[in-house]
Protein backbone atom coordinates (compact mmCIF):
# COMPACT_ATOMS: atom_id res chain seq x y z
CA UNK A 1 0.00 0.00 0.00
CA UNK A 2 1.47 3.58 -0.72
CA UNK A 3 1.46 6.05 1.46
CA UNK A 4 -1.16 7.93 0.24
CA UNK A 5 -3.44 5.24 0.67
CA UNK A 6 -2.70 4.90 4.20
CA UNK A 7 -3.28 8.64 4.57
CA UNK A 8 -6.60 8.21 2.98
CA UNK A 9 -8.00 4.85 4.83
CA UNK A 10 -6.88 6.92 8.59
CA UNK A 11 -8.70 9.91 7.48
CA UNK A 12 -11.65 8.27 6.70
CA UNK A 13 -11.97 6.26 9.75
CA UNK A 14 -10.99 9.37 11.75
CA UNK A 15 -13.99 10.62 13.60
CA UNK A 16 -11.86 13.72 14.70
CA UNK A 17 -9.24 15.62 12.85
CA UNK A 18 -5.91 14.29 12.28
CA UNK A 19 -2.97 16.07 11.98
CA UNK A 20 0.14 16.00 10.32
CA UNK A 21 2.32 15.24 13.18
CA UNK A 22 0.16 12.08 14.46
CA UNK A 23 -0.22 10.90 11.03
CA UNK A 24 3.63 11.09 11.00
CA UNK A 25 4.19 9.11 14.24
CA UNK A 26 1.28 6.77 13.38
CA UNK A 27 3.21 6.02 9.79
CA UNK A 28 6.58 6.44 10.90
CA UNK A 29 7.91 9.14 8.26
CA UNK A 30 8.32 12.20 7.98
CA UNK A 31 6.23 15.47 8.42
CA UNK A 32 7.17 16.59 4.86
CA UNK A 33 6.08 13.13 3.25
CA UNK A 34 3.05 13.57 5.21
CA UNK A 35 2.40 17.10 3.97
CA UNK A 36 2.90 16.25 -0.05
CA UNK A 37 0.66 13.25 0.66
CA UNK A 38 -1.92 15.74 1.87
CA UNK A 39 -1.81 18.55 -0.40
CA UNK A 40 -2.20 15.69 -3.48
CA UNK A 41 -5.44 14.22 -1.46
CA UNK A 42 -6.38 17.76 -0.76
CA UNK A 43 -6.74 18.42 -4.68
CA UNK A 44 -7.94 15.09 -5.43
CA UNK A 45 -11.02 15.82 -3.09
CA UNK A 46 -12.02 19.08 -3.06
CA UNK A 47 -14.38 19.12 -6.39
CA UNK A 48 -18.00 19.78 -6.97
CA UNK A 49 -17.62 15.78 -8.25
CA UNK A 50 -16.65 14.50 -5.15
CA UNK A 51 -18.92 13.64 -2.30
CA UNK A 52 -16.22 13.57 -0.02
CA UNK A 53 -14.02 16.62 0.71
CA UNK A 54 -10.67 17.29 2.39
CA UNK A 55 -10.87 20.20 4.80
CA UNK A 56 -7.68 21.51 6.51
CA UNK A 57 -7.36 23.76 9.40
CA UNK A 58 -3.42 24.92 9.75
CA UNK A 59 -2.02 21.22 10.06
CA UNK A 60 -4.78 19.39 11.06
CA UNK A 61 -7.24 17.82 8.21
CA UNK A 62 -10.62 15.93 8.12
CA UNK A 63 -12.82 14.49 5.44
CA UNK A 64 -15.93 15.76 5.10
CA UNK A 65 -19.56 15.36 3.05
CA UNK A 66 -19.73 17.98 0.21
CA UNK A 67 -21.77 20.94 0.84
CA UNK A 68 -23.99 20.83 -2.20
CA UNK A 69 -24.82 16.97 -0.87
CA UNK A 70 -26.12 19.24 2.59
CA UNK A 71 -29.71 18.25 2.71
CA UNK A 72 -29.45 14.52 1.74
CA UNK A 73 -27.21 13.79 4.08
CA UNK A 74 -29.34 15.38 7.00
CA UNK A 75 -31.91 14.06 6.14
CA UNK A 76 -30.19 10.30 6.60
CA UNK A 77 -28.25 11.43 9.96
CA UNK A 78 -31.64 12.80 10.98
CA UNK A 79 -33.30 9.21 10.13
CA UNK A 80 -30.29 7.69 11.64
CA UNK A 81 -30.65 9.38 14.40
CA UNK A 82 -34.40 9.24 15.45
CA UNK A 83 -34.52 5.73 14.54
CA UNK A 84 -34.96 3.07 16.01
CA UNK A 85 -31.60 0.94 17.30
CA UNK A 86 -31.00 -1.88 15.25
CA UNK A 87 -30.68 -5.10 17.25
CA UNK A 88 -26.63 -4.92 16.53
CA UNK A 89 -26.93 -1.52 18.48
CA UNK A 90 -28.78 -2.48 20.86
CA UNK A 91 -26.26 -5.21 21.87
CA UNK A 92 -23.09 -2.90 21.47
CA UNK A 93 -24.90 -0.25 23.71
CA UNK A 94 -25.64 -3.47 25.91
CA UNK A 95 -21.97 -4.16 26.22
CA UNK A 96 -20.57 -0.62 26.53
CA UNK A 97 -22.77 -0.47 29.21
CA UNK A 98 -21.87 -3.54 31.08
CA UNK A 99 -18.00 -3.42 30.40
CA UNK A 100 -17.50 0.01 29.72
CA UNK A 101 -14.96 2.39 29.29
CA UNK A 102 -13.93 -0.22 26.51
CA UNK A 103 -11.90 -0.30 23.70
CA UNK A 104 -13.22 -0.80 20.36
CA UNK A 105 -10.68 -4.32 20.08
CA UNK A 106 -12.40 -5.59 22.99
CA UNK A 107 -15.62 -4.77 22.05
CA UNK A 108 -15.30 -6.13 18.86
CA UNK A 109 -13.41 -9.11 20.55
CA UNK A 110 -16.90 -9.69 22.55
CA UNK A 111 -19.54 -9.50 19.68
CA UNK A 112 -17.14 -10.92 17.02
CA UNK A 113 -17.70 -8.24 14.25
CA UNK A 114 -16.45 -4.79 13.32
CA UNK A 115 -18.04 -2.15 15.05
CA UNK A 116 -16.85 0.80 14.00
CA UNK A 117 -20.23 2.06 12.10
CA UNK A 118 -23.00 1.35 14.91
CA UNK A 119 -19.78 3.24 17.64
CA UNK A 120 -20.33 5.97 15.55
CA UNK A 121 -23.97 5.60 15.57
CA UNK A 122 -24.31 5.85 19.38
CA UNK A 123 -22.13 8.67 19.55
CA UNK A 124 -24.06 10.66 17.01
CA UNK A 125 -27.05 9.63 19.26
CA UNK A 126 -25.08 11.27 22.24
CA UNK A 127 -25.39 7.33 23.58
CA UNK A 128 -21.82 6.83 24.32
CA UNK A 129 -18.76 8.94 24.32
CA UNK A 130 -14.87 8.18 23.45
CA UNK A 131 -12.64 9.05 26.53
CA UNK A 132 -8.95 8.88 25.93
CA UNK A 133 -6.85 6.43 28.11
CA UNK A 134 -3.94 8.58 28.77
CA UNK A 135 -1.75 5.70 30.56
CA UNK A 136 -2.81 3.09 28.23
CA UNK A 137 -2.31 5.67 25.07
CA UNK A 138 -5.96 4.47 23.78
CA UNK A 139 -9.10 5.64 23.18
CA UNK A 140 -12.51 3.61 25.43
CA UNK A 141 -15.78 4.10 24.97
CA UNK A 142 -18.18 4.57 27.78
CA UNK A 143 -21.74 5.61 27.88
CA UNK A 144 -22.90 9.05 28.21
CA UNK A 145 -24.91 10.77 31.48
CA UNK A 146 -27.71 11.60 29.21
CA UNK A 147 -27.88 8.02 28.57
CA UNK A 148 -28.33 7.02 32.25
CA UNK A 149 -30.81 9.53 32.68
CA UNK A 150 -32.76 8.34 30.08
CA UNK A 151 -32.62 5.27 32.09
CA UNK A 152 -33.32 6.54 35.24
CA UNK A 153 -30.23 5.58 36.76
CA UNK A 154 -27.43 7.37 38.63
CA UNK A 155 -24.63 5.19 38.42
CA UNK A 156 -24.15 1.89 36.18
CA UNK A 157 -24.24 -0.01 38.90
CA UNK A 158 -27.36 0.35 39.25
CA UNK A 159 -27.58 -1.81 35.90
CA UNK A 160 -29.76 -5.14 36.30
CA UNK A 161 -27.46 -7.74 37.13
CA UNK A 162 -24.54 -5.52 37.11
CA UNK A 163 -21.87 -6.97 38.82
CA UNK A 164 -22.61 -10.08 37.48
CA UNK A 165 -21.93 -9.60 33.72
CA UNK A 166 -19.65 -6.21 34.76
CA UNK A 167 -16.96 -9.16 35.52
CA UNK A 168 -17.83 -12.28 33.91
CA UNK A 169 -15.02 -14.81 33.83
CA UNK A 170 -15.90 -16.15 30.49
CA UNK A 171 -15.34 -12.31 29.19
CA UNK A 172 -12.49 -12.07 30.84
CA UNK A 173 -10.87 -15.18 29.91
CA UNK A 174 -11.46 -14.35 26.41
CA UNK A 175 -9.88 -10.64 26.77
CA UNK A 176 -7.22 -12.15 28.30
CA UNK A 177 -6.42 -14.59 25.87
CA UNK A 178 -6.71 -12.21 23.15
CA UNK A 179 -4.91 -9.08 24.73
CA UNK A 180 -1.66 -10.34 22.46
CA UNK A 181 -3.61 -10.04 19.88
CA UNK A 182 -4.47 -6.18 20.34
CA UNK A 183 -1.10 -5.42 18.95
CA UNK A 184 -1.27 -7.39 16.26
CA UNK A 185 -4.66 -5.48 15.12
CA UNK A 186 -2.90 -2.20 15.49
CA UNK A 187 -0.30 -3.22 13.47
CA UNK A 188 -2.06 -4.66 10.25
CA UNK A 189 -4.46 -1.57 10.51
CA UNK A 190 -1.07 0.66 9.06
Known amino acids: MTLKSKIESLLFISNHPLSISKLAEMLDVSKEEIKNELDILFTEYNSKEK ?34 LTPASLETLTVIAYRGPITKTELELIRGVNCAIILRNLMMRGLIEEIEDKEQMM ?11 HLGINEVAQLTDYAKLNSSEALEQILKQEKPLDSEIEQNKV
Open 51 to 84: GINLQKNGTNYQMVTNSENGKIVADFLKEEVTGE
Open 139 to 149: TKYQITFDFMK
